[in-house]
Structures are given as C-alpha cells and as structure tokens.
C-alpha cells in the first residue's frame, strides 16, 4: 500500500472544500442470520480516500486543523477481542499504516464530532447512504447549534461529497489500473477453466464452484458480484443467480463473473456450447454479438463520445437480425422504433472501478460525456431469444449470448483488460474439446 496515494486524494478532496469538514463512514456490518454476518466489504468512497480495511470506522477531513487535517476514528486493540475476530490496527497502525493524522477511538466519536463540526461552513457527506449515521450527524450538528448563544456557529449547508469523489474515482490512476489488471487476470483463469471442464449432465452451481476456486486460487478476495451461471433458457434472463440446473447436451452457456482484488472489480462475460460444438443457430447468434463487440471496442477511443459504442453495437445487432430473418425492416426505422430492444434490452456498457457499475456521471449537461485516457469500462452486447418468443422459429428458443470485456482507455486508443479467454467460435471448440 502506498500511504502517499491516499494522502493525496485526501488532499485533492479538501482542496475542493473550502471552508467545509467532510465525513465519510465505511459501510456496517451486515447480519446474515442469528449470530452470523455477512464478509465485510468497506464502502467504496471510504476505502478510496484511506485503504482502511476494518468495520466500524469514519473518516474525518478538517482543512486547516492544527493536530492534522485527517482523522480516523476506528476500534481500538483488543487483544480479547482479536483472539475471536482477528487483528486490529488500532489507533497506532491507523496512523502509522493507513497514514491518518490523528486517530481516536470510535466510541468516542459522538464526544469528539460536535466540537469538530464548531465554525464549519458546510458539511461534505454522502447523505442518504446510510440513515442511521444520517440521524447522528444530524444530532451533532444540533447540539452545535445549540450552542449559539456562546459564539460557536453551525454548519450552514449540507454538500453532497460523492459527486466530487466520483469525479476522482472515475479516471483510474496507474496503482487502480495495477488492481484491476490483477482482478481481470484472477478471472480470465477462472474463464477459462470453467470452458475447460464444462460438459452435459453437471450442475450449474458446479462450474460456479470452479470460477470462485480460481478466484481464490489467483487471490481474488470475493466474486465482485454473485456469479450469473446460467444454461439454455435461463441465459435469457439477464440477471439469473439461482445457478441450480442441469446442464443440457445441445445447450448454450452463460457465464457473467468477476473477482475483486483489493476492492477492485472485473465484469466479463463469455457464452459457449455445453457440450463444446456450436450449433447452426448458435453459431450465426454468436458470430452476431461477437462483431457488434469488436464494433464497439473499435469505437472505444478518446475523444468519441460515451454513447458511440452502445450506437454501433446496435447497428451491428440489427443488421445481424435482419439477416438472419429475426426482424423485418430497414435498419434505421427499427432503431428509431427500438424493434430490437424484443431481442437486445440492455445497454452496451457502464463504467467499472472499485464498484462493478462504478460510478461516474454518463452525461455533463445533457450531453453525453467524452471518453478520456484512464476511464474503465465494459463492453457487452448481446442477444436473447426467450423461449415462446412471438413470431419467431422454434429453433431460435432458449439461446442467449453476451459476450463482454473490460476496457480501459488509453492515450493511444485502448486496452482490453480481459484479453486472453477464447472469444472465437473456433477458439472456444478448440479449448473445450483439447
């Protein structure tokens, strides 16, 4: 971990602030059931601006303050506690690891917070994430107000934080571009293993056993999100995680799963036959999808707009149906009609980062944003043909593709994160029946 790093996207945030505090805390515990949680993930605004990695801690920037301009209130040492829960940094390390200015305890965070708060103009928050810290920041900023009559003044204005973090988080530094390599390279193996051992008559839920031990295996943390694992019909429902059927002989498999490194998420997407050997229908499906992504990648470049690739994947899509009988019509009129949204009803992309749908605005106002060096996002087309789909051969039902990949941009043009997992109808029968 570079200290440095974080230090210095504290100090763009407070460069921005002006005679404000901002407060972020890290996201609660969450219980699962009884005496058991949920694994903890920090809140991804928090761990980008400090790296900590523990429950129950905040993160406070006072521009100006003598003893530091940074505090962390986080648990202290418990030795008792460690034995059952694991290592604590403690006050120490949050200073002397996770470079804070000043640490205290968290139990002491409600004695400490109003006094901090005394003189501010303006509160930066991410009001709305979490209601219950919410309420207690709205509790300290009272009981400075009632203090008026003594000469302290009260915060003023409230200042959404998240927009100017989002702004930061949005183009990706050479350390975030180091994490996400790493997690794309996690899942890439994974990719490939799971095309590697594929076969009829296993279970879903048995490749997803494979793609999270090679996650585990390349030191992915987590799956960035529940895998989607899904066979024949069920890859027509785009966000399918029951991931509990039977693997059909003369099926088409979806795989939609990323590892996180460090908080740092990959999103790839890869289809391919059950039993290694396209069929007419896939094939003419897949070869589809797969030109309206290389159509889209291509158009991934600095300077066009974030839109352009979603616009040509379309094109590319529509064309693909109309040739192979699937709609009727001139391209533009189905566009314009949306015709193709009965087959394609997702868009092309989103950003990628520390959050899968990462963040970041899409438009600057009302226009589409422009695409720049060190942005990261997903290309993903794809075609789904539901079975029963009206007015539409039988041959065609129950197949779904979508082919995607993580991209970052570059001064030059682009780089596919990805790369590396078999993405050709030849390709894919090659791995799967090596």
Same mark, same amino acid.
């Given at each position: 971990m570079n200290k440095n790093l974080f230090a210095k996207r504290r100090i763009e945030v407070m460069q921005i602030m002006k005679g404000g505090i901002a407060i972020v805390p890290t996201a609660p515990v969450r219980n699962r059931n009884r005496d058991v949680d949920f694994p903890f993930r920090p809140d991804s605004d928090f761990y !980008?601006?400090?790296? @900590?990695?523990e429950p129950e801690a905040v993160v406070v920037l006072v521009p100006g303050r003598e003893h530091g301009e940074c505090i962390l209130f986080c648990r202290e040492r418990d030795l008792e506690?460690?034995?059952?829960e694991g290592h604590r940094a403690g006050l120490e390390g949050a200073c002397e690891? !996770?470079?804070?200015?000043?640490?205290f305890p968290i139990e002491d965070m409600g004695d400490i917070m109003p006094g901090l708060l005394e003189n501010r103009e303006k509160v930066f928050c991410t009001m709305g994430r979490?209601?219950? @810290?919410?309420?207690?920041?709205?509790n300290w900023v009272n009981e400075v107000r009632s203090k008026g009559r003594t000469g302290v003044s009260a915060p003023g204005e409230f200042v959404d934080l998240s927009h100017i973090l989002h702004e930061l988080r949005l183009i990706k530094q050479p350390d975030e571009v180091k994490n996400l390599r790493r997690a794309c390279k996690v899942s890439?193996?994974?990719h490939r293993r799971a095309m590697q051992v594929c076969r009829p008559g296993m279970m879903e839920y048995e490749l997803q056993a494979e793609l999270e031990y090679e996650f585990k295996r390349g030191g992915g943390q987590f799956p960035a999100y529940p895998p989607i694992v899904a066979s024949g019909p069920n890859a027509c429902i785009l966000h399918y995680i029951d991931n509990n059927a039977r693997l059909e002989d003369g099926d088409m498999m979806l795989i939609d799963a990323g590892a996180e490194f460090d908080c740092y998420a990959a999103d790839i997407t890869r289809s391919f036959p059950v039993n290694g050997k396209f069929s007419a229908e896939q094939k003419a499906l897949y070869e589809v999808v797969l030109a309206a992504q290389l159509a889209a990648i291509e158009s991934v470049q600095p300077g066009n707009h974030w839109n352009e690739p979603h616009e040509k994947a379309v094109q590319v899509l529509v064309d693909g149906l109309v040739?192979?009988?699937?709609?009727?019509g001139n391209r533009n009129q189905l566009i314009e009609q949306k015709d193709y949204r009965r087959f394609y009803m997702?868009?092309?992309g989103h950003w990628l980062g520390m959050d899968v749908h990462d963040v970041g605005d899409y438009k600057v106002e009302d226009e589409w944003r422009l695409l720049e060096p060190g942005m990261t996002l997903t290309v993903e087309p794809g075609l789904y043909i539901a079975s029963g789909s009206k007015d539409v051969d039988k041959r065609?039902?129950?197949?779904?593709?979508r082919i995607e990949d993580d991209i970052l941009i570059t001064r030059s043009g682009n780089d596919v994160l990805s790369g590396g997992i078999p993405k050709t109808v030849d390709e894919i029968e090659a791995i799967m029946n090596g």
């Open positions: !980008y601006l400090t790296h @900590f990695p506690k460690e034995i059952w690891i !996770y470079g804070a200015d000043d640490a979490y209601p219950d @810290f919410d309420q207690s920041l709205l890439v193996a994974a040739d192979l009988k699937l709609l009727n997702h868009r092309t065609w039902w129950g197949i779904g593709v």
